[in-house]
């Protein structure tokens, strides 16, 4: 299981490093040769996922939003609202599918307990910030639907876990001006088992070089709270 300390992460710089230079200022990547994040959720997993949609309903799948070409999201409490508007079908396996199947992203946001490997990383970190979770990102091919530009309401350590991904970061942060009139600072391409750190509020955006899975952990949600990991099969 690939569960990495924070020291791990973002070696070789180290934590005084990061705190002085970079937490809330600016990005940071790291680099890896190997695709270390591997474990952390695969193809495999987002298929078993998806598949169990529809069965009977949203209970099932609470977490699962498509990002739309709109550039808003649908997931299942908006689900109403978008169908009276656009007149266009439920949410639903076939839909999800048919969007997906047109380049536009899945997220499951506060997925970390669909593997111990995620629920564990969100416990590693959490030594050192506090309460956190993980938002799964995925697309299905190069140029996919992603959001626009925005900024996130806290820090983010990116995990970069299947495919390519070039990310846009900007200069401005939330407060400084609105997401339209932020100016690109530069773009970095990251590809499996690399790592970007995104300070809160700072704008950027993503565009897809190849199908891809990211991991976001991210804390400092104090409204998110998780209860620990049971061992529910134990000796079964
Ligand atoms: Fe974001």
């Not at 270390?36 to 799948?61: A, P, Q, V």
């Not at 799964?136 to 390519?164: E, M, P, W």
């Amino acid at each position: 299981m690939s569960v990495f300390s924070f020291e791990d992460l973002i070696s070789p710089i180290g934590k005084e490093r990061f705190y002085d230079e970079y937490q809330g200022k600016k990005h940071l990547a790291i680099r890896c040769s190997y695709p270390r994040f591997k474990d952390h959720f695969s193809w495999t997993e987002l298929d078993n996922y998806l598949n169990s949609m529809d069965l009977n309903g949203w209970d099932r799948m609470p977490q699962c939003a498509v990002v739309l070409p709109e550039g808003n999201k649908l997931n299942p409490e908006n689900n109403n609202q978008w169908t009276k508007k656009t007149h266009k079908k439920k949410f639903s396996k076939q839909l999800i599918y048919d969007l997906w199947e047109n380049g536009n992203s899945i997220i499951l946001p506060l997925s970390e307990h669909l593997n111990k490997t995620m629920w564990n990383q969100c416990e590693e970190l959490e030594k050192e910030f506090g309460s956190g979770c993980a938002n799964i990102y995925c697309s299905n091919q190069k140029d996919s639907n992603n959001y626009q530009i925005h900024a996130d309401s806290t820090d983010n350590f990116l995990f970069h876990v299947r495919g390519k991904i070039r990310w846009h970061i900007y200069n401005e942060f939330e407060h400084q001006c609105k997401p339209g009139e932020a100016t690109e600072n530069t773009y970095i391409d990251l590809s499996e088992g690399d790592l970007l750190y995104l300070p809160i509020k700072l704008y950027h955006r993503v565009t897809t070089l190849s199908p891809r899975i990211s991991i976001s952990y991210h804390f400092t949600d104090v409204k998110y709270k998780r209860t620990k990991w049971y061992d529910w099969i134990g000796e079964i």
